[in-house]
């Protein structure tokens, strides 16, 4: 019987650990948009724009796999930020057949600011965490991103 309460009790605890991840997530995206609003590009383009700024140049196949989004409309996404003067495609020097996409630095600058922007949103957050609880919790979500990689 003990065993059964120890699972029961598991299972809410991870219910709620998932519950709590998903409102997290939801006000993270939130106030994300709310900062995006100060700016000219889109929460789709910020999140290719952000994948080019942490992993540098991509096909538009590559970026099309890491946003789970469809060619043609990574190809549309990309079309509307060249206009934008935020990426640019140039050719592969390694092989001239293939097109690379290239963060330009207004793009650059863009997603700096906005991940400044939502930063010290996070710390203004954690201003009543102590500096233990910050790193333990740095140290935990490091672990749980870890693991499910």
Request: glycine letters at 4%.
């Amino acid at each position: 019987m003990e065993v059964k309460d120890t699972q029961r009790a598991s299972n809410e605890t991870v219910a709620n650990i998932e519950k709590d991840l998903r409102y997290i997530s939801g006000i993270i995206r939130q106030k994300g948009r709310e900062i995006l609003s100060n700016y000219k590009i889109t929460p789709p383009q910020f999140i290719a724009l952000q994948w080019l700024f942490e992993e540098g140049d991509m096909t538009i196949g590559e970026l099309s796999n890491k946003m789970f989004l469809a060619f043609s409309t990574t190809t549309d996404l990309v079309d509307r930020m060249e206009k934008n003067n935020l990426v640019v495609r140039s050719k592969d020097p390694h092989d001239r057949r293939v097109v690379r996409i290239h963060l330009l630095d207004e793009g650059g600058r863009i997603i700096d600011e906005v991940i400044k922007k939502r930063q010290v949103y996070l710390e203004e957050v954690l201003t009543n965490f102590s500096t233990d609880e910050i790193q333990l919790l740095q140290s935990n979500l490091m672990k749980l991103h870890q693991e499910m990689r």
